[in-house]
């Protein structure tokens, strides 16, 4: 299933880069692209993502 998060060819190869080293830091840049798109969109952001990226960022 689709989420309709249309990801670019740079943000997919930095992802796949950062996945070798981090892969909180992987997680929250995919959140932060998430709430881009949905700001972007006027759409609602889920609870859940903003305490993922918060406890994500606790973490570091």
């Not at 309709?4 to 740079?10: F, H, I, P, T």
């Not at 909180?24 to 903003?50: F, G, M, R, T």
């Amino acid at each position: 299933m689709r989420h309709g998060l249309d990801r670019n060819w740079e943000d997919l190869e930095y992802a796949r880069k950062l996945s070798e080293t981090d892969l909180d830091a992987v997680v929250l840049y995919i959140i932060d692209i998430n709430i881009k798109e949905n700001v972007e969109k006027q759409k609602q952001i889920h609870p859940d993502s903003i305490y993922a990226r918060n406890e994500l960022l606790a973490e570091k």
